[in-house]
């Protein structure tokens, strides 16, 4: 059974950074792609960045040149760098995984997902 586990979240400044970990257990990961979404209250669940197994990365707009997504094979772990924070950025941040070679933007594709950390931003 795929258990992902997110961490790293908490309060900081605007302008300020943080670096949320997502630790994969369970089985291999070989061939995963994996992702990381946010929810702010009231809003939907969106895709923030992705990776695939080789490395490929897609981030959405509004965190391009922001953040940045990573993964370590050997730890089955995926991180996300979040610099230049802003109070917009505020949310519950989610990983999630799938079995796939593709990079997927939408929630419903993703079948495993973490319970989630916090970030808040304040201004």
């Known amino acids: 059974q795929v258990q992902l586990a997110e961490s790293g979240g908490g309060l900081v400044q605007a302008g300020g950074s943080l670096r949320l970990s997502c630790t994969a257990s369970g089985r291999a990961f070989n061939g995963y792609a994996m992702a990381w979404f946010r929810q702010a209250p009231g809003n939907e669940r969106e895709f923030v960045a992705g990776?695939?197994?080789?490395?490929?990365?897609y981030y959405t707009l509004s965190v391009k040149g922001r953040f940045t997504i990573s993964r370590n094979h050997a730890k089955n772990t995926i991180n996300l760098q979040m610099n230049s924070l802003t109070p917009e950025d505020t949310a519950v941040y989610y990983c999630?995984?799938?079995?796939?070679?593709?990079?997927?933007?939408?929630?419903?594709?993703?079948?495993?997902w973490g319970q989630g950390t916090q970030v808040t931003v304040s201004s």
């Open positions: 999630a995984a799938a079995e796939t070679p593709e990079i997927l933007t939408e929630r419903r594709e993703y079948p495993h």
């Open positions: 990776i695939n197994w080789i490395g490929s990365t």
